[in-house]
């Protein structure tokens, strides 16, 4: 391989001398590149404008843009004539580009989903609230105390449901906007998991679901408390919302490394498994209603994700339709 200065320079090589001891072929990254070059050569005798990832002498990667044609002159053997072009900045240009695009994209994806909550979400309980409030203040004298209760219990729950899905659009608003910083403290786990399913209570009793958390060990984390508590209460409410009525929910931890293991099991319809992904991905909202004719966002998943991937950990659901489900998310010991 003959190069001349700036060819030298661009490969990082101090003298012509030095060149001798490398073999080209040590510098192509892609070897599907070489081939297809190989075979241009072969078939055509030069290429023009090829784009292809070049290593440079202390294993820098760069893009070049080359041309090369073989050279036949009498009486000697037929040699390779190159031209190359370090187009490095234009590519890190364009995929910057790209990056750009797809996080406005996911932006953009965000922003509607937001106003699809905002006008839809929020708007439909709220109605709902009104309702049946407008009822008892009309019919307060008329109605047995039964019916006052039962209407009572809809619209507390409702709020409540509201009250949850409005703070979690603030959250997530104050997390696009980096100005949710986290606060970890150390907590015991069992403590927290218990006070979130006390406030369940109602929702369970309603299908008559169980659900229990298991910690023998009395698992110390270190977390921050309310992002903490709404990963626990979104991953609760998704399950109380695909369990069927007499069903059982689960929560419990384990130790594997270096992380905790924080399982949310669940004995109800399960999830199509071409479903799994669209789970934590803002551009392919996914509504399907609960065993009671639930409704619901999707948006606590893609919160619930955010927080755990703040904490340094990763979430996760392993499902099986007719069965269940399991949504699992770590949280370093070290954290």
């Known amino acids: 391989m003959n190069l001349n200065k700036t060819a ?27 081939l297809m070059l190989l075979n241009e050569y072969k078939s055509k005798g030069f290429v023009k404008n090829f784009q292809t990832q070049l290593k440079t002498k202390s294993g820098k990667i760069i893009y070049t843009l080359g041309s090369g044609c073989i ?62 409030s407008d009822l008892l203040v009309k019919n307060l004298h008329h109605y047995d105390i039964g019916k006052i209760e039962k209407q009572i219990k809809i619209i507390n729950q ?18 696009q906007s980096k100005k949710l910083a986290i606060e970890p403290q150390e907590i015991v786990f069992a403590d927290i998991c218990n006070d979130v399913i006390n406030n369940f209570k109602t929702r369970a009793n309603l299908k008559d679901i169980i659900i229990s958390c298991f910690d023998s060990e009395r698992t110390i984390l270190t977390v921050d408390l309310n992002m903490f508590k709404t990963i626990l209460r979104n991953l609760i409410s998704n399950a109380i919302k695909f369990t069927n009525k007499n069903g059982q929910i689960t929560i419990y931890s384990e130790r594997k490394g270096e992380n905790i293991i924080i399982t949310i099991s669940d004995n109800g319809v399960g999830i199509e498994k071409e479903n799994i992904p669209k789970l934590w991905d803002f551009t392919q909202p996914i509504s399907t209603s609960g065993t009671a004719n639930e409704t619901g966002t999707g948006f606590g998943l893609l919160l619930c994700k955010e927080f755990v991937e703040k904490h340094g950990g990763k979430i996760w659901v392993e499902s099986e339709v007719g069965k269940g489900s399991d949504f699992k998310f770590t949280i370093p010991l070290n954290n």
């Open 8 to 34: 030298l320079d661009l490969f990082e090589f101090e003298s012509f001398d030095e060149v001798k001891e490398y073999n080209a072929a040590d510098y192509y990254v892609n070897p599907d590149d070489r």
């Open 71 to 132: 050279i036949h002159l009498e009486n000697k053997e037929p040699f390779l004539l190159n031209t190359i072009k370090d187009i490095t900045q234009l590519k890190q240009a364009e995929q910057a580009l790209k990056q750009s695009e797809e996080e406005l994209r996911i932006l953009n994806a965000g922003k509607d989903r937001f106003m699809s909550i905002l006008g839809h979400d929020l708007r439909s309980p709220l109605n709902s609230i009104l309702g049946f």
């Open 158 to 175: 409702t709020a409540n449901k509201t009250y949850n899905l409005l703070e979690d659009l603030l959250l997530w608003s104050k997390s």
